[in-house]
């Protein structure tokens, strides 16, 4: 009996060290691997605009957020929506670490705030593309910076190709001080918020009540 | 020289017949086969409540639109954003053709519009989630109707899966009366309203000025 309440105990400890082992391995927040669906860059080391944007992740469609200066601060009545796509692997990668892994690409697409005779008095749908936006995390292209942004505008239309926006720019400034989890909006996207809390990648210094200036 | 000619128009004119029968197939409108990742159902036929659509492909948001009755119209500050999401496959069959295959499945996210201290006066960010419906297309189960419509909302939270709506529930007339293609409402959809207008299966009656009741 001695033996066999022995054995069960060893049998238990394993099972419960096996369940500790698995346990920190999920909380771990170190992302695997870059992902393999990231960015793509032309002979000139210019980013490429992605085709297939609209089928990657959806993140979240705020009306007139202000992600950058006070563009939007200015009008009560907001001009635009704007939608966040991130690529697929990154995605999954985030929900298992609460972090971006090395290769993500954000896309933000701008669009035009509509009413419609149809819809109900106040009602705004999404219009015809107004601005397309990206930020690539890559610390090993963008040394100093990991985070880097482009912008697929021009009066032409949008280019085909971009290369990424001088320091001055302010994205870099914005992202690095009103971002709750690295220099990303997650504040903004519903379901990852909750993901970041629960892997505890929320950034010390995030304050949800500072407005974005 | 002569012969050189007739080969060479013959050579142009089987170029010329495979162009056109390749143009003749992208404007067919004939899906080519049921959706592979369409719904599920439960052992009691209720359709299962998919866990993965938020990596669904992203058709909008808005704000305030009015899908049924007249919830929204009653007040100019629209309370809700709605997201649609449509599985994968449904979709690249629609880019193809401009119709929806069999085995369709929509997701109606509905989740509140919040102002936020940290942007812009007017700005609004997606909030809690308020409502969850779908819409599936399936002729097979659903004879005469062909779409039908499911609420996944109960006073206890989401329900795991749900049986169809009766024929009394408003989204049935509604959906047959406002859309644009089929019964869906891809007027609202600003990438697939494009399609549908090159593929010609917007519906001849459809009037974009008619408010939606």
């Known amino acids: 009996m001695k033996t066999f309440l022995t054995a069960a105990l060893i049998v238990f400890g394993i ?30 080391g210019a980013l490429l605009r992605p085709g297939d944007y609209r089928e990657w992740v959806f993140l979240t469609s705020g009306l007139g957020v202000n992600y950058g200066p006070a563009t939007a601060a200015a009008s009560t009545q907001p001009k635009d929506f704007k939608t966040v796509f991130v690529n697929r692997e990154s995605y999954r990668q985030f929900l298992q670490s609460g972090v971006w892994p090395e290769k993500t690409i954000f896309m933000l697409e701008g669009r035009q705030a509509m009413e419609d005779p149809a819809i109900a008095e106040g009602g705004r749908k999404q219009g015809p593309v107004q601005f397309l936006e990206a930020a690539v995390k890559d610390s090993a292209r963008f040394p100093g910076l990991t985070w ?5 505008d021009s009066p032409q239309g ?51 009540g500072r407005r974005i200036q």
Chains 1, 2 share one sequence.
Request: glycine share 6%; charged share 15%; net charge positive.
């Open 15 to 44: 099972a419960l060290a096996t369940t500790i082992g698995r346990a920190q391995a999920v909380a771990s927040t170190a992302p695997t691997a870059p992902a393999a669906d990231g960015p793509a860059y032309g002979s000139s």
């Open 148 to 152: 880097a942004y482009f912008s697929f």
């Open 158 to 208: 949008l280019t085909a190709s971009a290369n990424r926006l001088p320091d001055s720019a302010n994205c870099y400034a914005c992202h690095r001080t009103n971002t709750a989890v690295e220099q990303t909006f997650v504040q903004f996207y519903p379901t990852l918020f909750d993901v970041a809390r629960q892997k505890g990648t929320i950034k010390p210094g995030y304050d949800a």
